[in-house]
């Protein structure tokens, strides 16, 4: 099974087997949420199925798990999302974007804070496979809806309280996955103040991404990483970003690198920023 990343010809071969995975593509964007739909309806790989964001992977009805502007939703209310559209326990999920991982990683980090373990990114993406594989166009229709129980998580969720309580102590040591200019507080398109978590680190999470669309290789994200950390221990990482989204693909990365697992806040900036009275830098 695979965890981390899949290639295009190890996905080719999946889905001729007796038992294909479960394929989802994640494609979106922020500033126009219809249009990552359009692009799965234009084409995508067969069989996938399109899973939005905003009405998937995210709970904006104030039931939310976290504050920012993309809550996410119960783990209940996620596996039952999962089993209507007929994913089991037992079976090996794949997604992939057109974004460079920034959306596709939220539904895999999202698997394995449900225990679900057999779930990668396809490297590359969409661009990889449709470079030299047929394409489907149009809608998907689900599988049979599926029971799909929880089991504990893989993933590590942190919150604003304990971000906030560990904030300059060694055990804790947050990246940042923005943008430089949105991280030192030089622009801020999307939350209402600009900068970042008082001593976070910087780190894009396209830097993850080689020239070819795909990640850089293993050796190579855990020199950048480790350069990043500067000796602090790889276990005290707490990745953020704007919205909990994608900062997911640092996660991955410092996973496929041999790092271990990270944690995730994923609320993010966008619920940092939402209470005046914590503190934030600029520069």
Known sequence: MFTTLISVQQLKTLLASAKPPALFDSSFDLMNPQAGERQYLEGHIPGALYVHLDRDLSDKTGAGVNGGRHPLPTREKFAAWLGSVGVSNDQQVVVYDRQGVNYAGRLWWMLKWLGHNDVAVLDGGFQAWATSEPVQTGPQTAKDASNYSIVPAIAQLFDTKTVADNLGRSTQTVIDARAAPRFRGEVEPLDPIAGHIPGALNRPFAQNIGADG???????????????????????????????????????????AGLGVTGLYAGSWSEWCSDLSRPFAQG
């Open 214 to 256: 795909k990640f850089k290789p293993a050796a190579v994200l855990r020199a950048e990483f480790e350069a990043l950390l500067a000796g602090r221990d790889p276990a005290s990482v707490v990745h953020h970003c704007g919205s909990g989204v994608s900062a997911v693909p640092n996660v991955l990365a410092m996973e496929i």
